[in-house]
């Protein structure tokens, strides 16, 4: 068994030079299985079929 992390992330610059990061998406792939750790995404990924959520 393997397990395979995947997130995007989203980096914003402020005109302060200030770097603020967001998460919209972190899915694991375990198992043949996808578990969605966290979702931020206007349409959620965990409603589709075969898709697990941990949230």
């Known amino acids: 068994m393997s397990l395979l992390a995947y997130s995007t992330v989203q980096e914003t610059v402020e005109k302060n030079h200030t770097r603020i990061y967001g998460c919209a998406i972190h899915v694991n792939i375990f198992d043949g299985k996808i578990w969605v750790k966290h979702d931020g995404t206007e349409e959620a ?3 589709q079929n075969e898709i ?3 949230c």
């Open 45 to 47: 990924i965990a409603d």
């Open 52 to 54: 697990y959520c941990c």
